[in-house]
Each structure stands twice: as C-alpha cells, then as structure tokens.
C-alpha cells in the first residue's frame, strides 16, 4: 500500500471518529419533542419600543429554521417577557462614544402539550452584540437597529436550543 492510501484509509477510519466525539449530531424531524408551536404573548418590560416584535420575529424564524413549523393552533406555547435592555458605551472618541453594548434579558414559560408548564429564566444574548455610532445619527440607529435583531436572535437560538436538546 503506498502512503496515499494509507492516509486515505486513515482519515476514512478517523473523521467519524472526530465528528461523533465533538457533541455534533444529526436529528431528523421525527425526533423532535414537538413539530409545530405556538407563540404567545411576548411583553417587554422595558422602555426601549418594538423589542417585543424583534424578539417576537426571531423566535418564528429561529423555530422554522430548525424544523418546527409556527401555527396559532398548535398546542405547546411559549411566552416570554423582556425583563432587561441596557445599552453599555464601550469606548469614546474625543468624548463621544463610538462603540456600545447591547445586553438584554428575558424570561420564557413553554407549555407542553399535556399542559406541562416550563419555565426558562434569565435567558440572555450569550454573545456580545457591540455596534459602532461614529457616523451619522441614521448610521446609529440602523446599527442599533441591527445589534437589537442580532440580541434577539442570539436569545431565540438559546430558547429553542434548550427546548429541543434537553
């Protein structure tokens, strides 16, 4: 056998090793705990407008991406709060800032078909989600406006993560 063909066989026999051990897994649509849901009321606690619609949209979005169809009839629910939304200045150029930190936090109740209430506390953006404001005000509030989606975001992937992969 030459070498070619040695490491041929070699990373044959060794990716799936890889790929099994790293936490990955492949999971049909059967496997799911539910295939469709609804999204109930989401209110939002704090005073900055619309983050319940973003937070709304993200969970729609975010559920049909891994599979789950949203339907108003459906039987499991999930409703969540908005509890907290701070905006952090992370840096200043010649005394204006020019770099800020979103960080928000919410609360979710998932109820189960049978009726089975669950709840996820204290659900935040894991990732830092900073924008920059050194342009124009239009500029800052379309970056607020992108960092606010991509917060929602984050927290909808953690709720429907922890919802699927208990």
């Known amino acids: 056998m030459d070498t070619r063909t ?3 066989l070699l990373l044959a026999f060794l990716l799936p090793v890889l790929l ?3 936490g990955y897994s492949v999971h049909s649509r059967a496997s799911l705990p539910f295939t469709e849901i609804r999204i109930g009321k989401v209110e939002n ?3 900055e407008p619309k983050l319940e619609d973003k937070l709304h949209r993200a969970l729609a979005e975010e559920f049909e ?3 789950i169809t949203v339907s108003p009839g459906a039987a499991p629910v999930i409703s969540g709060v908005i509890r907290n939304f701070t905006m952090i200045s992370l840096s200043e150029k010649k005394g204006t800032t020019v770099e800020y930190q979103i960080i928000v ?3 979710f109740t998932f109820q189960n078909a049978a009726g ?3 709840e996820i506390w204290r659900t935040e953006s894991p990732f830092i989600v900073p924008f920059s404001g050194s342009e124009t005000i239009a ?3 379309a970056a607020r406006d992108i960092a606010e989606r991509k917060a929602m975001a984050d927290i909808a992937m953690e709720v429907v993560g922890s919802l ?3």
């Open 6 to 8: 040695r490491i041929t």
């Open 20 to 22: 099994a051990g790293c």
């Open 45 to 47: 606690r704090t005073l």
């Open 65 to 67: 991406r891994n599979g």
């Open 105 to 107: 936090q919410a609360d």
């Open 116 to 118: 089975k209430v669950s």
């Open 139 to 141: 500029d800052l509030v």
């Open 164 to 166: 699927i992969y208990k």
